[in-house]
């Protein structure tokens, strides 16, 4: 069973950037589809980003274009999530998943992480 370990969380201002790690426990990393949702309060969790096993292919929700990058080291078994011109409604627990690999983009995810919290004060 894969263990994933989310940091990189903080409070930061509007207009700034943050870069979320997530590391997973062991080498079978490399054969997941890893993901990134969040959850905001008092609100459901959502889809932020996917990435295929090689990095090559990539998918994000439509609030995360065009400022949020995801990217991965196999070798470094980390997935990250590179959030640019950060926004207040992007305050959330931020978490990362993986899916053994069935369909593209995954509709099921088997291991979670426990989250990092991510706050954007105006």
């Known amino acids: 069973q894969v263990q994933l370990v989310e940091s990189g969380g903080g409070l930061v201002q509007a207009g700034d950037s943050l870069r979320l790690s997530c590391t997973a426990s062991?080498?079978?990393?490399?054969?997941?589809?890893m993901g990134w949702f969040r959850q905001a309060p008092g609100k459901e969790r959502e889809f932020v980003a996917v990435?295929?096993?090689?990095?090559?292919?990539?998918n994000y929700a439509d609030s995360a274009k065009g400022r949020f990058t995801i990217s991965r080291d196999n070798a470094k078994i980390t997935v990250y999530l590179q959030m640019n011109s950060l926004k207040p409604e992007d305050t959330a627990v931020y978490y990362c998943a993986a899916a053994v690999p069935r369909t593209w983009p995954p509709v099921r995810y088997d291991y979670w992480g426990q989250g990092t919290q991510v706050t954007v004060s105006s």
């Open positions: 990435i295929g096993q090689n990095g090559g292919t990539t």
């Open positions: 062991e080498r079978t990393f490399s054969t997941y589809f």
